[in-house]
């Protein structure tokens, strides 16, 4: 009898887990967030401009440049309000945390009101048909993608990375 309420215990928790991608996501995407603001934080804002090479983006425009991937997956996939573009325009370290703040909380709602059947849905891609759990699973990879290029940054200008902050 403990063998079988042992089983259907851990067969329920594996359902769980793998109808609930879009809370999984959630919750990385929090932490995600308080990561990536942490580490514009630590960058002084006379450092926003710094690029290691000049074939790269400087470090603030790594940071605008991971907001506006989310703003477009999120509204292009995930809702029907489109994000205009705004015009470029020299932002300070204040304006930039405060937009990529915006854009990660827009995402979590945006993301948190997705019925978990609609992630099965193929849409349109550059890249070629994908599932919108591929395009949930592209919007972390992103931004852990521009987010490794910032640690370095930091520490190529000896200011120590904030701690890592997994799931």
Excluded: C
Excluded at 6 to 15: A, E, H, K, R
């Amino acid at each position: 009898m403990k063998s079988l309420l042992l089983i259907l215990t851990l067969f329920s928790i594996t359902t769980n887990a793998q109808e609930e991608p879009i809370s999984a996501f959630l919750e990385k995407w929090k932490n995600s967030k308080e990561y990536l603001l942490e580490m514009a934080k630590a960058m002084p804002e006379e450092n926003y401009s710094y690029k290691p090479t000049e074939r790269e983006m400087t470090f603030g425009d790594q940071l605008l440049h991971i907001k506006s991937n989310m703003d477009w997956l999120s509204s292009t996939y995930f809702s029907t309000i489109k994000k205009e573009k705004g015009e470029k325009k020299e932002l300070s370290k204040e304006e930039i945390i405060m937009q990529l703040e915006t854009s990660f909380n827009t995402v979590y709602k945006i993301i948190e009101q997705t019925p978990k059947e609609e992630l099965k849905e193929i849409v349109d891609f550059f890249a070629g048909p994908k599932t919108k759990l591929q395009i949930l699973n592209l919007l972390q990879d992103h931004v852990t993608h521009h987010r490794g290029q910032l640690i370095v940054y930091l520490n190529l200008n000896n200011i120590k990375p904030p701690k890592y902050v997994g799931w």
